[in-house]
């Protein structure tokens, strides 16, 4: 397995990214008449409605008047270059099923060249009801729609892709964007290539919502080849929604009912004057959860939102991952918002609960130097959902001004005697030198109705806010802070507060040799902790003894509290981050690795299950390897050589994936055994 930083989901097809497939076939190819050579150039005279089983190129102004089709029957090839300025009030691609179709070719379209475009005043349908229907704009091209539609029917569920690449490049539509309806649709905005979506209509089509939105995995099936997908790839390349007025509303929707993914990257920059929700409600048949990602990648790339980011509206299993020197920035950020509908009777003596889906088990992600999410009022995990996680890890940074708050609950539920959503078990953890959650002017509060809420800082972390609250209200109980090596601050004198809250048994401790070697939290008491008053900022560097590092600025008059020992992080080989919880070492390979797990457990591509001793660094590791039961020590400068300690012996590792892997004694193929075969000295 090859190193990467891409953000796309392992075992996901690889026409997620579909620009170098299709810049890969040029236009002959694609579709040559079905005999290799071009047809005569199409000039307009009289316009087809349905243009099948040909080569057609466009250079001139036409209007296509209603509904051209391109691919009804057949398959065919439109390309407008030159001056063609293309108008029409619909337009369509892939009109039709047919046993006939090649589902090898496609229906094309290119827009190339700084004079050609094409304006459809009302609904563009990318795959009606075909699959394989594919647009490139390029080289300056212009493309506006009024409504867009990729995917529209289930029958559409491949190859459905539209690609706007190079500098000058553009689309704009002027109603909602549908990227997947019941199939499947992709888009990659490329090499500085621009999209806008500026609302001057709604969606002509009354069997949609009458509002303006882009929605990515809108009702599709949750199939492999259903799954939709946008990109927004490379320095220049930009997603702009809205004009900046706030009005209309205009929302990103990734998983609607369906799966989406999203992801910004590589410098490329989204602005949009609302907000966005990954995954909203469930799949139908997928109660536990809607599987939608959205990522944002690499140093340049930003989002940019006058709304909230919720990841996870009545749906579950949804992320959001920031890494790698990215930047987003929005109103506020809600993980686990529980979506409820409540019936009442005229008299309001009669409650009927529905639609109370749970927002369970969805993560967000802040990973690497130099990588900040920035929210204008507050952060919220388990908002009535429940075992919902915040990941600030490798030197993120969280900023959150009014407050960081662990399981809400939903109280219109527990007022009517419902259990439903008692948003327990929400984790925020934040690990690392110079991670960061700053809530400084508001509060920190654990547990507000929810219970089994825990905020874990640990191994140089820092969290701040202006005073620290657990099991605020009833029936809040057994929420925590645990603390390994992290540093939590409050404003103000709080010394007599932290002392108090570890003698009530709600701050815990890590420690190392507890759980039998393997480390583990434990109560704390007030001695356990080490508790400062910093009157200056100078105070404020020496309590976390980070002197030098700008993210532990801002301590003066604060707080400051640490216990317990440092905890090793899950990424202990200091990998790059990708997005699905695998993890890269650039010595010791791919793992994967979830805090669900439980500390030091990994799950490597080739060793299989092996759980890190706690003692290890980034460059020298102990691990336990479960498929033959040892103990090993592996460092970057020896490895694939490592030793064996039941064995007595190093091994040097050759190929296979446990428990089928083949070691040597000497380092040669010729003397290479299996696994099962090796025999402890004596």
Known sequence: MTASTSLVPRGFSTRLLPVGLILALSPAALLADGSGTEADPFTGADVPATMDGGYFLLDGARDFGSL??????????????????????????????????????????????????????????????????????????????????????????????????????????????????????????????????????????????????????????????????????????????????????????????????????????????????????????????????????????????????ICGRGAGLTQFVVNSGASVSCDSLQIGLQSIAIRLTEQDTDTTITNATGSNVNRVVVSGKGTIVTTRTSCGVGIGGSSNFLYVVDGGKLVCPEGLVLGIGNTNLQRYGSDIAIAANNTALVMGDGSVIDATGGQIAVGVYGSGNNLVVASGALVKGNVLLLDMRSPATGNKVSLAGGYLACTGDQTAMFQSLADAGKIQRWDPVANGGAGAYIPAVSSDLTVTYCETEADGKAATAHGSFAGYDGLASCTVATAGAQRISTAWAKPDYYADGWYCSSWYGWFAADYNWGEGWIAHAEHGWQWVYSASTADATYLWDCATASWWYTNAASYPWMYDYTLEMWLYYISGVAPQRLFSPDGTDANAVLESELVPRG
């Not at 001056?83 to 047919?98: C, R, Y």
């Not at 892709?161 to 990659?188: C, E, H, I, P, R």
């Not at 992801?263 to 990954?278: K, P, Q, R």
């Open 68 to 309: 051209p089709w391109i691919g009804s029957t057949g398959r065919a090839h439109l390309t407008l270059e030159g001056n063609a300025a293309v108008t029409s009030q619909f337009f369509g691609m892939g009109l039709e099923v047919s046993a006939t179709l090649d589902p090898d070719e496609s229906n094309t379209l290119d827009i190339t060249g700084p004079g050609a475009s094409l304006t459809v005043a009302k609904n563009l349908y990318l795959g009606y009801a075909q699959p394989g229907n594919e647009i490139l704009v390029s080289e300056g091209g212009s493309l506006t729609t009024g409504g867009c539609v990729l995917g529209f029917e289930a029958s559409s569920s491949e190859g459905n892709y539209l690609a706007v690449k190079g500098a000058g490049s553009t689309w704009t539509s002027t109603a909602s964007v549908f990227v997947g309806n019941l199939g499947a649709g992709f888009v990659t905005i490329s090499q500085g290539a621009a999209m806008k979506i500026l609302p001057q209509s709604f969606l002509y089509d009354s069997n949609y919502q009458e509002s303006c939105a882009l929605y990515i995995g809108f009702a599709s099936s949750p199939i492999g080849l259903r799954t939709s997908a946008v990109t927004i790839t490379g320095e220049g390349s930009s997603l702009t929604i809205g004009d900046g007025s706030g009005s209309p509303a205009i929302p990103i929707f990734v998983g609607y009912s369906g799966i989406g993914y999203f992801y910004v990257v590589d410098g490329a920059t989204l602005v949009s004057d609302n907000g966005l929700t990954i995954g909203f409600e469930a799949m139908s048949g997928y109660p536990a959860g809607n599987m939608s990602t959205v990522g944002v990648s690499g140093e340049g790339s930003s989002m940019s939102f006058a709304g909230p980011i």
